[in-house]
């Protein structure tokens, strides 16, 4: 058999959508008889009858409807191959890699991610999660356009958007601790008790601690949720964000044991990318939204619960 001409099967297709060659021409903007001459041809170079013609209109034969099916599916993965090689051409990414790290909080995140590329239907999303030191080490390594992490306003590397802080709290569920809790416990106290840490994705551990107990028994989890959920259970104790727990903690569920010798840490969440990675436009044009839909979160909330600032 000749190779199918992709006129003729678009032709095929036309007639047996509009059940018409005069339809089919009109919405090809070519004559009858050349669709009619395309129809022909193709039956002809695959030994079948596409259409019955006896009616008034034309309908498609049993192995015509069969042929169809599949020709819808080839001529729409077509379309999607002309339009990647058109995007392609333009410079539009067809991707964008964006890593969540394990203190971001989510929601916001992703309604901003939605409405952004609901603008930009040709670009993909690749969305991946991260912890601890597994997010910088994507993106330093070429394998992320962009997170959302923990950062460190100091290092020359990265361009940064401040969106919030992360206040990282020590916690313990009710009757996990068999004393009664002052402010003044130690970590000597502390010591006998199992503590609960995310497990760093980094392929290279970060040299931090991340208020580890030397000594101390560990148990690890993937994120802060599943985190949170072994500490009500008392099964552990250890650190969480304040913006994950503020329930807990209002209804007792959960109980702050910071003091002294367990001051919790306040971290900057922001968006982070690489100032020497290229970054073409619809990533631009995301850092741009970013910053604008931030700033306009802040003003929407009199900046209290959100600070976005640029932190260049």
């Not at 590397?157 to 569920?173: D, F, G, N, Y």
């Not at 959960?254 to 306040?266: H, K, T, V």
Request: net charge positive; with cysteine; hydrophobic share 40%.
């Amino acid at each position: 058999m000749d190779h199918i001409k992709l006129h003729d099967l678009r032709c095929f297709d036309a007639v047996a959508t509009k059940r018409s060659f005069q339809a089919a021409g009109t919405a090809l903007n070519r004559s009858h008889p050349s669709v009619f001459a395309a129809v022909a041809r193709l039956e002809q170079q695959l030994g079948l009858t596409l259409f019955d013609r006896s009616g008034y209109r034309v309908e498609l034969t049993d192995a015509g409807r069969t042929f169809h099916a599949r020709a819808q599916v080839t001529l729409r993965e077509l379309d999607l191959l002309q339009t990647y090689a058109d995007q392609l051409a333009s410079g539009e990414e067809v991707v964008l890699r964006v890593v969540i790290g394990d203190l971001c909080p989510r929601p916001p995140v992703l309604q901003m991610l939605s409405g952004f590329f609901a603008k930009y239907p040709r670009t993909r999303l690749h969305l991946e999660y991260e912890a601890v030191g597994g997010p910088l080490e994507r993106l330093t390594e070429g394998d992320a356009d962009l997170i959302f992490h923990r950062a460190d306003p100091s290092d020359p590397r990265v361009e940064q958007i401040k969106l919030s802080t992360a206040v990282m709290v020590p916690v313990v569920a009710p009757g996990f601790l068999p004393f009664v809790w002052t402010k003044k416990v130690t970590p000597e106290q502390m010591r006998p008790f199992t503590q609960c840490v995310i497990r760093d994705t980094a392929r290279q551990s970060s040299p931090e601690s991340f208020f580890l107990i030397e000594g101390a028994h560990q148990c690890t989890v993937p994120d802060q949720v599943m985190k949170k959920e072994l500490i009500l259970h008392r099964l552990a104790w250890g650190h969480l964000p304040a913006w994950l727990i503020a329930d807990e903690l209002r209804d007792g569920r959960l109980i702050s044991i910071a003091g002294p010798n367990f001051p919790g840490r306040e971290e900057n969440l922001s968006a982070i990318r690489h100032r020497r990675h290229s970054h073409g436009p619809v990533a631009e044009a995301l850092w741009l939204h970013l910053e604008d839909w931030w700033l306009t979160s802040r003003a929407g909330r009199g900046g209290q619960s959100v600070r976005a600032k640029r932190g260049r």
